[in-house]
């Protein structure tokens, strides 16, 4: 069974870059079937997608963060990885990692399963 | 950005009844929608792909329809476990957009 773990701090300085890592564990995260996608959720709000990765590296980034997302992936460790930098208050949430899967071409995907999440707030 | 809108924002509905959840997006997504449950503090959970089809595990009281703009979420006869919120997703175009959710409580 496929299971996702999100680390990384639970608290980050504004003007700071925030560090997530996600442990697959169960299946390989270089199988060419999937992306490996984050999300995340702020305090009591609905849902944001940051950006995803092909286990090659190829990745899409909404374009709202694309200015200070990078993803990336470690095969060698079964992991891929959230850095966002210059953070504010508003950058505080619940960050989901999660497989993408879908239909066999990059559109028509859905998320299954997600990590648990991990809180992130952003503060001095 | 392709806008997803649900309506309505919350229901209060009874153990026992039928349910249904709109989800419209702002341009045609063909039948590229799905829909996740969520319960406080845990992650989403997918329910719905493509529309219409129905997840490995999930109770067949769930089902989905729709395409184009306009898609439903229907739970045949609710059950205590199922109040939570509900959220549609559009996976058409860049960037994924999700609605704003659907909030399912007790009457």
């Known amino acids: 069974q496929l299971q996702l773990q999100e680390s990384g701090p639970g608290l980050v300085k504004p003007s700071e870059t925030l560090s997530l890592t996600c442990t697959v564990s169960?299946?390989?995260?270089?199988?060419?079937?999937?992306?490996w996608g984050w999300i995340r959720q702020p305090p009591g709000k609905g849902l944001e997608w940051i950006g995803n990765?092909?286990?090659?590296?190829?990745?899409y980034y909404n374009p709202s963060l694309r200015s200070r997302v990078t993803i990336s992936v470690d095969t060698s460790k079964n992991q891929f990885s959230l850095k966002l930098t210059s953070v504010t208050a508003a950058d505080t949430a619940v960050y989901y990692c999660?497989?993408?899967?879908?239909?066999?071409?990059?559109?028509?995907?859905?998320?299954?399963?997600w990590g648990q999440g991990t809180l992130v707030s952003v503060s001095s | 950005d392709i806008q997803m809108t649900q309506s309505p924002s919350s229901l209060s509905a009874s153990v026992g009844d039928r349910v249904t959840v709109s989800c419209r997006a702002s341009?045609?997504?063909?039948?590229?929608l799905n829909w996740y449950q969520q319960k406080p503090g845990k992650a989403p959970k997918l329910l719905i792909y493509?529309?219409?089809s129905l997840q490995s595990g999930v109770p067949s009281r769930f089902s989905g329809s729709g395409s184009g703009t306009d898609f439903t979420l229907t739970i045949s006869s609710l059950q205590p476990e199922d109040f939570a919120t509900f959220y549609c997703?559009?996976?058409?175009?860049?960037?994924?957009?999700f609605g704003q959710g659907t909030k399912v409580e007790i009457k």
């Open positions: 169960g299946g390989s995260i270089s199988s060419s079937s999937y992306y």
């Open positions: 997703q559009q996976s058409y175009n860049n960037p994924w957009t």
């Open positions: 990765i092909y286990y090659s590296g190829n990745t």
């Open positions: 493509a529309a219409s």
């Open positions: 999660a497989r993408q899967l879908g239909s066999g071409t990059y559109y028509n995907q859905w998320f299954d399963p």
């Open positions: 341009q045609s997504i063909s039948s590229y």
